[in-house]
């Protein structure tokens, strides 16, 4: 895994490193691939033993589909907008979206973070590292249908890509220029 690149997705806030060799950012391929019918299905079909869970109340592809564009255009409206009002409100920052990746474990540097969704009960998750209250790095998103990250391969992606990113971030203090801390 190589990072190639690291995008302000709103300037002084919400940032999003790029992979060698994907073609964009991992906050826009997230918002792409959520809104492209073709890939949710093929992913909801592979994944339908996970959608058909008592949890997610017997929802068919076809609704699943049509939930995940729904929460994708809520959430990237909220994370945009939340990114930009917390530069200037202390109350309501990105702080507020995003909680530590593990219940109990908070981390005051470099934390791995994530934000669900808006529409409850969500699938939808945003990884990040946080650099402050409203400064995060997105590293990587994907529709969680099971209770834990280490029963399915494409979750222990994400988690692997939290952690390359936090080391690539803690290891050298020039790769943390790119946020323009004061």
Same mark, same amino acid.
């Given at each position: 895994m190589k990072i190639i690149n690291t995008f302000a997705i709103v300037k002084d806030s919400l940032y999003s490193v790029q992979y060698d060799p994907e073609l964009l950012n991992e906050f826009a391929k997230?918002?792409? !691939?959520? /809104?492209?019918?073709?890939? @949710?299905?093929?992913?909801?079909? $592979?994944? $339908?033993?996970? !959608? /058909?869970n008592d949890f997610w109340n017997g929802i068919?592809?076809?609704? =699943?589909? +049509?939930?995940? *564009?729904?929460?994708? #255009?809520l959430f990237e409206e909220e994370? @945009?907008?939340? =990114?930009?009002?917390?530069?200037?409100? %202390? @109350?309501?920052?990105? #702080?507020?979206?995003?909680?530590?990746l593990s219940k109990g474990v908070i981390d005051? /540097? !470099?934390?791995?973070?994530? =934000? *669900?969704?808006?529409? %409850?009960?969500s699938w939808l %998750?945003?990884?990040a590292i946080r650099i402050e209250a409203n400064i995060f790095v997105v590293c990587g998103g994907a529709i969680k249908l099971t209770p834990t990250?280490?029963? %399915?391969?494409?979750? +222990?992606l994400e988690l692997d890509k939290l952690e390359f990113t936090r080391n690539y971030l803690q290891d050298d203090d020039e790769n943390l220029e790119f946020v323009e801390l004061n």
């Open positions: 997230c918002f792409e !691939l959520w /809104n492209d019918p073709i890939y @949710l299905r093929e992913f909801f079909e $592979q994944h $339908q033993k996970d !959608l /058909n068919t592809i076809e609704e =699943a589909i +049509i939930k995940t *564009k729904e929460d994708a #255009s994370l @945009l907008y939340i =990114a930009e009002t917390g530069k200037t409100e %202390r @109350l309501e920052t990105l #702080s507020t979206l995003f909680e530590p005051e /540097n !470099l934390e791995k973070d994530k =934000a *669900k969704g808006m529409k %409850r009960p %998750r945003i990884y990250m280490n029963e %399915r391969d494409h979750l +222990i």
